[in-house]
């Protein structure tokens, strides 16, 4: 599955040598399985972490997630010591339920971006959803955007390599 915010993070990242791993959730593009409604996918996010620990030998992991893969993937901050935290793009609170809210509660770093104009992750939910999470905590609002993110893939990743780099130092 091809997907413009995914691919602007990955390309942004990999150009700066820092390895990734980017993958579909089962039952998406040609992956095998069906959806799950969350956990069956949360478990798939579990297994690539387990791969970059035990086989890749990763010792430090950021998660970046959009929209449905925010709420997945920043479920699993705690899942491993060897994640230092998450950034989680456009994450649809009001789609997920509070379980994945709750799953991603952690006290590792965390970066919210958000667009000003989106109807899905709905932008004017966004502070009280926000101020549920423990620190260190920060978040980007990028302005004009929509869930989408069209024509602002390269701001994201930006902001999401600085945030890593700021992490790691």
Not at 74 to 84: E, R
Not at 146 to 157: I, L, M, N, P
Request: net charge negative.
């Amino acid at each position: 599955m091809y997907n413009n915010v995914v691919s602007g993070i990955f390309n942004h990242f990999t150009q700066n040598n820092i390895s990734c791993l980017r993958f579909n959730f089962r039952g998406v593009g040609n992956s095998i399985g069906d959806h799950s409604n969350g956990m069956g996918e949360l478990s798939d996010t579990k297994a690539c972490i387990n791969f970059l620990v035990n086989e890749q030998k990763c010792e430090k992991i950021l998660i970046l997630g959009y929209s449905y893969g925010a709420a997945i993937g920043c479920s699993a901050v705690n899942y491993s010591k060897t994640i230092i935290g998450y950034c989680a793009i456009s994450f649809p609170w009001d789609f997920m339920g509070p379980e994945y809210k709750n799953f991603s509660q952690s006290e590792k770093p965390k970066l919210f971006i958000q667009g000003n104009r989106d109807n899905l992750a709905r932008y004017e939910n966004f502070e009280n959803h926000y101020n549920f999470y423990l620190e260190p905590k920060k978040y980007r609002i990028i302005d004009g955007a929509d869930h989408f993110y069209s024509g602002y893939e390269q701001e994201v990743a930006k902001e999401a390599y600085e945030f890593y780099i700021s992490i790691i130092e």
